[in-house]
């Protein structure tokens, strides 16, 4: 979970070693790697990077709740009118539906077509498939890094 502002500003500094240095910019290289062929497999099917996460977002959540564009705005740390926006671009394209809530009128909820269920499926195949390349070096320099954040720096 992420710190709040306060918690930052008042939890004590733990000076870091070069090689702390080193490992956190080789994780954040390694996530890039992961959002760089997350951004470009999403453009091979015609959608944005963001649009993926929405269709993602969407199809998780509303196994157990509504999925309401308030809802998405929060998941993708997004404002509301940009949510709004992305949700119009995505049911132009046929990838989701708008719909009256059935547990309240005032609301509406987010749903995937056929469409958009048959595009998130290719997608997040290629991506499991990707993590399971990536994840074990992921995994590792977390692993190296984690050690380093909670006991003081690392050797």
Same mark, same amino acid.
């Given at each position: 979970?992420?710190?709040?502002? %306060?918690?930052?500003?008042? /939890? *004590? $500094?733990?000076?870091?070693?070069d090689?702390?240095?080193?490992? #956190? &910019? ?21 959608l ?5 996460? %929405?269709?993602?977002?969407? /199809? *998780? $959540? ?9 809802? #998405? &705005? ?15 671009r ?6 989701l ?22 595009? #998130? ?15 074990p ?19």
């Amino acid at each position: 979970m992420l710190l709040s502002r %306060a918690a930052a500003r008042t /939890r *004590a $500094v733990v000076p870091l070693s070069d090689a702390d240095y080193a490992r #956190l &910019a080789a994780f954040r290289h390694a996530l890039r790697d992961f959002l760089n062929f997350s951004e470009a497999a999403a453009a091979r099917i015609g959608l944005t990077g963001q649009q993926y996460q %929405a269709l993602l977002v969407v /199809r *998780a $959540v509303s196994l157990t709740r509504e999925m309401t564009v308030s809802e #998405l &705005a929060r998941h993708l740390l997004i404002k509301h009118h940009s949510a709004v926006g992305l949700v119009d671009r995505l049911q132009d394209q046929g990838h989701l539906l708008r719909r009256p809530s059935p547990l309240d009128g005032r609301k509406v909820e987010l749903r995937l077509t056929a469409k958009g269920t048959r595009v #998130l499926g290719r997608l997040a195949d290629l991506h499991r498939h990707e993590l399971a390349q990536a994840g074990p070096q992921l995994m590792a320099l977390l692993a190296q890094i984690t050690p380093a954040t909670e006991h003081g720096p690392g050797p």
